[in-house]
């Protein structure tokens, strides 16, 4: 199940985009149940049945059969990059699976979102690309998704601290005005246009976000420097990777080595103990492999 990258800018709880970092799950028929645990955040992760893996498994089936489990997590664990989005993912099509597949995508798809709450990241682990959701009248949710060309890059900066998604949520206000409304219709649907067409150089034009940004990069320690930096740099775009602490700048393969040592430079200066990683949009989504 690979991490994902959302919102990117104004498209809050609608965008998801996949990216090269993995969630793997390994599951064998055993005597008793067990779990282990290896990889980013293990500290973090739950090995009872708070653990969303098992949660998922349990919708699907009614109950946790006895399993021998084991899961490798490389996905950054300080938040952003959709790591239980992608844990629930597998707990879904793991349970699908030993229930031999007896529920569509679509009812995956719908059940993963009420599990995580919204859709960006599980729909962008399950099916790859670049993923638009939208909630419908009758309470469930359409996607569309569709390839990202890999000439575009993301240099992550990865915080020592770690964004509670509730308290980014409890952060934003309950209304906004209609011209930000606007304003974030108009970008969110230029965005989505630069990437289905590869008009990416519209990507620094389209970022704009009037919603939640503003509110929750003050969560996040130094991202105005950041973003200035990555700009100067040559990057399209800078944003907070879902609700943070996570952020990242968008930009074309020619410039990602220099967005990322000005990234570096910048956290030695300010003495942080934060790093940095370069990412690529993956156009598959999870997969299944039955021995």
Not at 6 to 14: A, H, K, R, W
């Amino acid at each position: 199940m690979p991490a994902s990258t959302s919102n990117l800018g104004p498209g809050f709880d609608t965008l998801g985009m996949a990216v090269n970092k993995y969630l793997t799950i390994e599951a064998e028929e055993s005597e008793n149940l067990s779990l282990e645990i290896s990889g980013e955040g293990v500290e973090g992760i739950p090995t009872d049945e708070r653990n969303l893996t098992l949660i998922a498994l349990k919708r699907i089936l009614g109950k946790v059969p006895k399993l021998k489990m084991k899961i490798h997590n490389d996905i950054p664990a300080c938040g952003g990059f959709g790591a239980s989005g992608a844990a629930i993912v597998g707990g879904l099509l793991l349970g699908n699976q030993i229930a031999d597949k007896k529920i569509c995508m679509t009812d995956i798809y719908n059940t993963a979102i009420k599990i995580e709450g919204h859709p960006d990241n599980v729909s962008a682990a399950l099916f790859g690309g670049l993923v638009v959701n939208a909630h419908g009248d009758d309470g469930t949710y359409s996607w569309i998704n569709f390839p990202v060309d890999r000439k575009l890059k993301l240099v992550a900066v990865l915080p020592d601290i770690k964004v509670e998604t509730q308290a980014a949520r409890k952060i934003l206000p309950d209304s906004i005005s209609l011209s930000e409304a606007v304003s974030n219709v108009q970008h969110s649907s230029l965005l989505v246009a630069a990437f289905a067409s590869g008009s990416y150089g519209i990507i620094k034009h389209a970022v704009r976000d009037k919603l939640h940004e503003k509110y929750r990069k003050k969560l996040i320690p130094h991202y105005d420097e950041f973003a200035k930096a990555a700009l100067d740099a040559g990057a399209l775009a800078f944003t907070i990777s879902g609700a943070g602490s996570s952020c990242v700048a968008f930009c074309l393969h020619y410039r990602d080595r220099m967005v990322r040592e000005t990234f570096d430079n910048l956290i030695d200066k300010m003495k942080l103990n934060w790093r940095t990683m370069v990412l690529e949009p993956v156009n598959k989504g999870a997969e299944i492999l039955a021995h």
